[in-house]
T-cell receptor, first 112, second 114 residues
């Protein structure tokens, strides 16, 4: 699996967009980028994933650079409830479930 | 669906005692994962099952740990005997094979071994 690098922490004002970067320079052609988050005292929660096109769902948007070496998770209007640790994971999709390797993630603090 | 259900939410026990953690996966999911989270080591995979069969137990720390999945709706993680270094939050997750690495996690069991 490709290694990912994320900043250890970030701050964001409530109502503003939170842009969380992830570097994955060794990503291979068949590997996807997955994002999970873990709110304090809860289990990790799947957010979004993508291969090379930008993706958007009700929770967030995922922007992947053209060379696929980095990506950005965007929370368009961050709220206090978005305070969490965000994990970027690179993993292939083989049609079957597979184990996830969580790094240290980015601790996002949303403030008033 | 109620999601992945873990019990108990909190467990406090004394060193040497047997501890059993329980998990009910989402109905219809064919994969089940057990993770452990500590401040020092982060979130690490212990073992996972496919169709009730253990597939990879390379993350199980030692023989004191064992996991079973007697049927599609129930799994246990047992520690016998427990030690203070086993104190951690244990998460169970389930997934549907065709969805790839999208897993749904339970709320976790916080274990304290005194």
């Amino acid at each position: 699996d490709a290694k990912t690098t994320q900043p250890p922490s970030m701050d964001c004002a409530e109502g503003r967009a939170a842009n969380l970067p992830c570097n994955h320079s060794t990503i291979s052609g068949n590997e996807y980028v997955y994002w999970y988050r873990q709110i304090h005292s809860q289990g990790p929660q799947y957010i979004i994933h993508g291969l090379k096109n930008n993706e958007t769902n009700e929770m967030a948007s995922l922007i992947i650079t053209e060379d696929r070496k980095s990506s950005t998770l965007i929370l368009p209007h961050a709220t206090l409830r978005d305070t969490a640790v965000y994990y970027c994971i690179v993993r292939g999709v083989t049609g079957t479930a597979s184990k996830l390797t969580f790094g240290t993630g980015t601790r996002l603090q949303v403030t008033l | 669906d109620a999601g992945v259900i873990q019990s108990p939410r909190h467990e406090v026990t004394e060193m040497g005692q047997e501890v059993t953690l329980r998990c009910k996966p989402i109905s219809g999911h064919d994969y089940l994962f057990w993770y452990r989270q500590t401040m020092m080591r982060g979130l690490e995979l212990l073992i996972y099952f496919n169709n009730n069969v253990p597939i990879d137990d390379s993350g199980m720390p030692e023989d004191r740990f064992s996991a079973k999945m007697p049927n599609a709706s129930f799994s246990t993680l047992k520690i016998q005997p427990s030690e203070p270094r086993d104190s951690a939050v244990y998460f169970c997750a389930s997934s549907l094979g065709g969805q790839g690495p999208i897993q749904y996690f339970g709320a976790g069991t916080r274990l304290s071994v005194l």
